[in-house]
C-alpha cells in the first residue's frame, strides 16, 4: 500500500501529462486504429474488465447480483482467458 501502484495505472484525469498507463494506453489504440481507418481497415472492440483482490477474481462490469460469480482462467490455444467475464462491445 502507499506505492503508487494505482496512480501509476489510472493518473490524473484532470492533467494529460500525468495520465496513467491504462488512459494512455487505450488513448493510442483509438489514435492507432483512425489512422489506419484512412488506409480501409476496419476494427471492433470488446472489453471487459477485472480485479484480482485476495486471490479472488471480480468482474467490475457484472450487475450487482452477478458480481461475485465463479470464475476461471483458463489457457487455451495461445490465449489466456477468464470464464463468464461481462464483455461490451465499445
Known sequence: TGSGKTF???GRVDD???SGMIPR???QIFESTEALKEKGWTFSFECSYLEIYNESIR???ASKGDADGKYEIKHIDGRTIVTDLTIFPV
Open 8 to 10: 501509476t495505472m489510472e
Open 59 to 61: 468482474d467490475l462490469l
Open 16 to 18: 494529460q501529462l500525468q
Open 25 to 27: 494506453a487505450v488513448k
